[in-house]
């Protein structure tokens, strides 16, 4: 039974190029870094004696520079190519994060946090379009998929080191983490990726001019959808924690601990759970589906039961619609953008994650200061249901601009 457990989860690996695991590879060592965010808001208000508000201020501006990086990452992107996007967003980013530990005052901060995540998600279209050359659009969700396993993978480690480094040496080591895993991805990607990039044709760079996506209107519709749902789940980095460790009286260990196991149960289940549902439903179906579990998986933080049983069952809930939900998001993106274009696609996709970071941490702190965390969460199940709805009405309008 277990022979035939591991020979299906090795199974759904099988037709992804070698290059795809370089790019996880690459993810996973700058990833195991990823600590500012999950962290960001209790730095902000357990070491600095910020307010609530003011932590959603800061973090407010990482999403502007997180949105703005997006959007030049795909600009340089289609300009110069993802290799070089890539070597400058790693390098950058280093110098950013490790300076940023020095910065303690609000105004300074917020312009510090927004620089470093210019620089650091100038990455995420770079990636998602160099992962087009390497990929079908059979593998095209599996590759993404991929990526997002190395992503969790780094994002379920660093933290949970992270929350026992920050006892022992004050919460300046994440930043020095961060900056040094920028650092070594740089270096393997000179080291390991610089021979294998895919440099763009003369007929591609004709196609520079293809339609822009923001004239694209379904597909900026399908944004917006990604927009709503992804406002609930990032409540995860940002008032989660501070229910964790107001309501709950969770130590930073412990929190460190509940992102590991959100890692983990990524780790070990999206690869197997994508490969069974794309051969059982639609990518817009799957979506809906993995939406649908993250409300429910808020419901449990808000219904009068044990404590870790609403926390359990909250993560249980929010990382298997993570795992069902984000790749198609991915892989949709990559389906509808024409060749030429794909920088651009892809730097759309990332500036709704990025906007959604932006929104969601003054909505959450807003909501819980004013309002308390029952109707804060409460209102997340009702934006997941309308993103539901409107990625029902795109399911069967939103189809590829050219075959790819």
Excluded at 166 to 184: M, P
Excluded at 276 to 292: L, Q
Excluded at 369 to 389: D, W
């Amino acid at each position: 039974m277990l022979n035939r457990i591991f020979t299906f989860y090795i199974s759904t690996f099988k037709g992804l190029s070698r290059d795809v695991w370089y790019f996880a590879g690459m993810m996973l060592i700058n990833r195991l870094g990823t600590l500012i965010l999950p962290f960001l808001t209790l730095y902000t208000t357990q070491q600095l004696g910020w307010t609530k508000i003011d932590a959603g201020y800061a973090t407010m501006c990482f999403g502007i520079g997180s949105f703005t990086g997006a959007y030049l990452g795909g600009e340089m992107t289609d300009k110069f190519g993802y290799y070089k996007t890539m070597a400058i967003s790693l390098f950058s980013a280093a110098i950013g994060f490790y300076f940023l530990q020095y910065v303690s005052d609000l105004y300074l901060m917020c312009g510090f946090l927004f620089i470093c995540a210019v620089l650091a998600d100038l990455l995420r279209p770079a990636v998602m379009s160099g992962l087009t050359s390497f990929t079908t659009k059979e593998t095209r969700t599996r590759a993404v998929s991929l990526i997002r396993l190395a992503f969790n993978l780094g994002l379920g480690i660093g933290p949970a080191i992270a929350g026992i480094m920050i006892e022992w040496y004050g919460y300046s080591v994440i930043f020095v983490i961060d900056a040094i895993t920028c650092l070594f991805a740089g270096i393997f990607l000179i080291l390991v990726m610089k021979d294998r990039a895919v440099k763009m044709t003369k007929d591609e760079k004709k196609k520079l001019n293809n339609p822009s996506p923001i004239k694209d209107r379904l597909f900026l519709l399908f944004m917006f959808a990604c927009i709503l749902q992804l406002i609930s789940f990032f409540q995860i980095l940002f008032t989660v924690p501070l229910f964790l460790k107001e309501r709950l009286l969770f130590s930073e260990s412990d929190i460190g601990i509940f992102y590991a196991f959100n890692g983990i149960l990524i780790f070990l289940c999206e690869m197997p759970i994508i490969y069974w549902i794309e051969n059982v439903m639609t990518k817009f179906k799957a979506m809906n589906y993995g939406t649908a579990l993250m409300a429910l998986a808020v419901v449990f933080l808000i219904l009068p039961i044990p404590s870790i049983l609403a926390v359990s069952l909250y993560l249980v809930l929010i990382s298997i619609g993570e795992i069902i939900n984000f790749p198609f998001i991915s892989s949709i993106s990559m389906d509808r953008a024409p060749v030429g274009s794909i920088g651009k696609y892809m730097s759309m996709n990332s500036m709704a994650f990025s906007l959604a970071l932006i929104i969601a941490p003054i909505i959450g702190t807003n909501m819980i200061t004013y309002f308390g965390y029952e109707v804060m969460f409460s209102s997340m199940v009702v934006v997941c249901g309308a993103s539901i709805l409107l990625v029902k009405y795109l399911s069967s309008r939103l189809i590829p601009l050219e075959p790819n």
